[in-house]
Nanobody
Framework: VQLQASGGGLVQAGGSLRLSCAAS????????MGWFRQAPGKEREFVSG????????YYADSVKGRFTISRDDAKNTVYLQMNSLKPEDTAVYYC???????????????????WGPGTQVTVSS
């Protein structure tokens, strides 16, 4: 599985960005998908996830109500719509695929099997 995230950039506080993550392979619909971020000097943290099948969504408290995750299995793509961006959202954002057969999307990076190279999001104040 190869993942490629795009859509990052520089935006002013209060603005919006939409990240996309395209996946290779024919079994995308079988993957739980997650978005993580890592700011300089900090650990990688869970942002949002979406389950395979029923598309249940999960969010970190810090982004709940501002970010929306979605997936289009026909396009092998997962999205992260980010609104009301804050300077503290500045980080490299990564998408990841979890091939486990469990039902729950994990918030733990080590669980994920495949990672994309990341896309930079910078929010200016």
């Amino acid at each position: 599985v190869q993942l490629q995230a795009s859509g990052g950039g520089l935006v002013q506080a209060g603005g919006s960005l939409r990240l996309s993550c395209a996946a290779s392979g024919r079994s995308f619909s079988n993957y739980h998908m997650g978005w993580f971020r890592q700011a300089p000097g900090k650990e990688r943290e869970f942002v949002s996830g979406i389950s395979r099948g029923d598309g249940r969504t999960y969010y970190a408290d810090s982004v709940k109500g501002r970010f929306t995750i979605s997936r289009d299995d026909a396009k092998n793509t997962v999205y992260l719509q980010m609104n009301s961006l804050k300077p503290e959202d500045t980080a490299v954002y990564y998408c990841a695929a979890d091939l486990r057969r469990g039902l729950v999307v994990s918030r733990t990076p080590v669980v994920y099997d495949y990672w994309g190279p990341g896309t930079q999001v910078t929010v200016s104040s």
